[in-house]
């Protein structure tokens, strides 16, 4: 029997992170939810993916852009991917 899935998207910003430490931080933040258990449900394992973008340029085609790494990521599962 398949687990039941729960699917949320957060946008979160970092303005003045620098190109490299883009992915470290992603993959931080991924690593810490996937390590959260939860006591009265301890069989259900949490995962988490992100994609990001350090392209410049519109608000909206940056959100394209880190869309678009995002659901690169989701096809992996619990990944990290950042579209440079």
Known sequence: ??????IRTILLAFPEIGEKALPEKLEQI???VAALRLPACPEVKISV???GT???GS???QLLHA???LYRA???KNAVEVSE
């Not at 029997?1 to 729960?6: L, N, S």
């Open 1 to 6: 029997m398949e687990a039941p899935a729960v």
């Open 30 to 32: 991924r690593a810490r």
């Open 49 to 51: 993916s992100i994609g």
């Open 54 to 56: 350090q392209r410049s």
């Open 59 to 61: 608000l909206n085609a």
């Open 67 to 69: 869309e678009k790494a």
């Open 74 to 76: 989701k096809e992996k």
